[in-house]
T-cell receptor
Framework: DTEVTQTPKHLVMGMTNKKSLKCEQH?????MYWYKQKAKKPPELMFV???????INESVPSRFSPECPNSSLLNLHLHALQPEDSALYLC?????????????FGSGTQLSVL | AQSVAQPEDQVNVAEGNPLTVKCTYS??????LFWYVQYPNRGLQFLLK??????LVKGSYGFEAEFNKSQTSFHLKKPSALVSDSALYFC????????????????FGQGTILTVHP
């Protein structure tokens, strides 16, 4: 299994809603990532988890709250978002070092904030 | 800080012709360079990674990348383009490990839209 699965694929939410994005991988990767991507722009790193611990937070607003319940799962909890938070949210997992180093990306959750 | 630049927003080639997508890098130590491709409404897919000492790196789908230290470049190439190669291509750089179990940050260039015409 070389897939990163993200749910839901599409999400529409109001500014007062609370929702969660989910990400799952079963490749045994110990690094998992959240990226935000606007249309035709590069992905922007939000968070990195290493061995289920948050290792990088790119100064993301607190209305985004990541969670890594175990080595296979990664969640992104959303609360009180703004319309400018509308974007494609990508989850990735990876193995470090050597010739096999690469990130595996999910297909993303397309988020619209109304 | 590590960075990569992709000087062309868009590249157009005819099917069957060779293609080049350009990338230059700026790093303070060893370069950890990658190419990823993104098809419409999809996540990114890994194409290839620079391996120290290999000036020509071969990757997926017939792509290769040429590393040039003197020009600080890592251009993506393919000898014969296909219409199905049309996509958004990103060059990326990872910072050096801080050591231990820390995973580094991958930073992407602005991306180049490749269009291959029949």
């Amino acid at each position: 299994d070389t897939e990163v699965t993200q749910t839901p694929k599409h999400l529409v939410m109001g500014m007062t809603n609370k929702k969660s994005l989910k990400c799952e991988q079963h490749m045994g990767h110990r690094a998992m990532y959240w990226y935000k991507q606007k249309a035709k722009k590069p992905p922007e790193l939000m968070f990195v988890y290493s061995y289920e611990k948050l290792s990088i937070n790119e100064s993301v607003p607190s209305r985004f709250s990541p969670e890594c319940p175990n080595s296979s799962l990664l969640n992104l909890h959303l609360h009180a978002l703004q319309p400018e938070d509308s974007a494609l949210y990508l989850c990735a997992s990876g193995q470090r070092g050597g010739r096999n180093e690469k990130l595996f990306f999910g297909s993303g959750t397309q988020l619209s904030v109304l | 800080a590590q960075s990569v630049a992709q000087p062309e927003d868009q590249v157009n080639v005819a099917e069957g012709n060779p293609l080049t997508v350009k990338c230059t890098y700026s790093v303070s130590g060893n370069p950890y360079l990658f190419w990823y491709v993104q098809y419409p409404n999809r996540g990114l897919q890994f194409l290839l990674k620079y391996i120290t000492g290999d000036n020509l790196v071969k990757g997926s789908y017939g792509f290769e990348a040429e590393f040039n230290k003197s020009q600080t470049s890592f251009h993506l190439k393919k000898p014969s383009a296909l219409v199905s190669d049309s996509a958004l291509y990103f060059c990326a750089v990872r910072d050096e490990d801080a050591g231990g179990t820390s995973y580094g940050k991958l930073t992407f260039g602005q991306g180049t839209i490749l269009t291959v015409h029949p």
